[in-house]
T-cell receptor, first 111, second 114 residues
Framework: KAGVTQTPRYLIKTRGQQVTLSCSPI?????VSWYQQTPGQGLQFLFE???????NKGNFPGRFSGRQFSNSRSEMNVSTLELGDSALYLC??????????FGPGTRLLVL | QKEVEQNSGPLSVPEGAIASLNCTYS??????FFWYRQYSGKSPELIMF????GDKEDGRFTAQLNKASQYVSLLIRDSQPSDSATYLC??????????????FGKGTLLTVNP
């Protein structure tokens, strides 16, 4: 099976802009979770989608949003970017035993 | 108290030695436990998961779970320089129905010296 794919892999934006990241889970997996990883804070949970519905949510401001499509592909959007949003954004695809498999990530730099 | 705690390290061991990585968690309702390895600049990759008390072995890796003491550990036997990475502990707590929470520790940096 193909693994989790994320696009784009690298992104440079400026403060105030918005960004959309995409994730395609492993075939057959219906759950997708998003994480932000920074050197200081580690892996922080953003949200999880299952069957096009947000099932779990972390403690991030409303500027961070997501959605899931009927084919399980997911997107996350960050509006009004801040310098502190510079991070590695990871998408994880979850199997029926709640085991998560990570994609390669999107590295976002906000200038 | 942090939900999942790991010693940030770095933990340095010589090649061929046993590396012992530890993780403690605060929620007694935790049910599933995972170890991930993350190389610098890469995404985490799953090494092992464990659900029941005791030991689970997979090649050079052994996960140990003690729910009464709320800790889970990962032993790496015959450590190799290629094992040098950050090891992340993750814990699932079910919240009822399909609702669950997966929390990661901040990871322990392991360095295996040739």
């Amino acid at each position: 099976k193909a693994g989790v794919t994320q696009t784009p892999r690298y992104l440079i934006k400026t403060r105030g802009q918005q960004v959309t990241l995409s994730c395609s889970p492993i075939s057959g997996h219906r759950s997708v979770s998003w994480y932000q990883q920074t050197p200081g804070q580690g892996l922080q949970f953003l949200f999880e989608y299952f069957s096009e519905t947000q099932r779990n949510k972390g403690n991030f401001p409303g500027r961070f949003s997501g959605r899931q499509f009927s084919n399980s592909r997911s997107e996350m959007n960050v509006s009004t970017l801040e310098l502190g949003d510079s991070a590695l954004y990871l998408c994880a695809s979850t199997d029926i035993q709640e085991t998560q498999y990570f994609g390669p990530g999107t590295r976002l730099l906000v200038l | 108290q942090k939900e999942v705690e790991q010693n940030s390290g770095p933990l340095s061991v010589p090649e061929g030695a046993i590396a012992s990585l530890n993780c403690t968690y605060s929620d007694r309702g935790s049910q599933s436990f995972f170890w991930y390895r993350q190389y610098s600049g890469k995404s985490p990759e799953l090494i092992m998961f464990i659900y029941s008390n005791g030991d689970k072995e997979d090649g050079r890796f052994t996960a140990q779970l003690n729910k009464a003491s709320q800790y889970v550990s990962l032993l790496i036997r015959d450590s190799q320089p290629s094992d040098s990475a950050t090891y992340l502990c993750a814990v699932i707590v079910m919240r009822g129905g399909s609702n669950y929470k997966l929390t990661f520790g901040k990871g322990t940096l392991l360095t295996v010296n040739p």
